[in-house]
């Protein structure tokens, strides 16, 4: 049974985002909806230094929206819906990361260095290997979260690739619905 939604649409949450060893980012977001075993957010203007590139293709850019999906429970990434800034979809991205701790308007989380994109053209890739790789041999994460992690995203890649992934909530809330969910 899914546990009993928390928030309401335009509450405000603060997602502490940590990267190890010691970086962390403050994200504010906007609650769209809260089906119970995911949440929905909006950021209406991502705040990047620089543009976030797949294959030497923009899918992120500074300005530009992104609907996230935050999950409830023992779920070891989110996703975002990612846009242009003049709100062009560009795909899926998912954050492997540890489990979000919920604390009413506080989450907290730690990235554990691996994304999974699924263009808009159906292109799918494991992203950042490299940084993952690193962040292993460097001791960041500890082999069984590392194992954890690298586990989930080549989940997730398995998922897209046979077509059960990013699951459809994803797709019914684009950026119109969830812009008109805040009015």
């Not at 991502?46 to 429970?73: H, I, N």
């Not at 954050?95 to 907290?108: H, K, S």
């Amino acid at each position: 049974m899914p546990p009993d939604p928390a928030y309401a649409p335009g509450d405000t949450v603060r997602i502490h985002y940590t990267r190890p060893p010691d970086r962390v980012q403050l994200f504010e977001q906007a609650v769209v909806h809260d089906a119970g075993l995911f949440v929905v957010t909006y950021l209406p203007a991502a705040q990047l230094k620089k543009p976030v590139m797949v294959e030497g293709r923009v899918v992120l850019e500074p300005g530009a929206p992104v609907v996230w999906f935050t999950y409830r429970g023992d779920v070891w990434h989110d996703v975002g819906r990612f846009h242009l800034a003049d709100g062009t979809f560009t795909g899926v991205y998912a954050n492997v990361l540890t489990p979000v701790e919920m604390d009413g308007t506080r989450w907290d989380t730690t990235d554990l260095y691996l994304d999974v994109w699924r263009g808009a053209d159906g292109e799918i890739q494991l992203l950042d290997r490299d940084e993952f790789d690193e962040a292993v041999s460097a001791g960041l994460l500890t082999p069984a979260v590392g194992e954890r992690a690298f586990t989930e995203g080549e989940r997730l890649v398995q998922g897209a690739r046979q077509g059960a992934w990013p699951p459809a909530h994803v797709d019914e809330w684009t950026l119109e619905r969830a812009r008109a969910q805040l009015g």
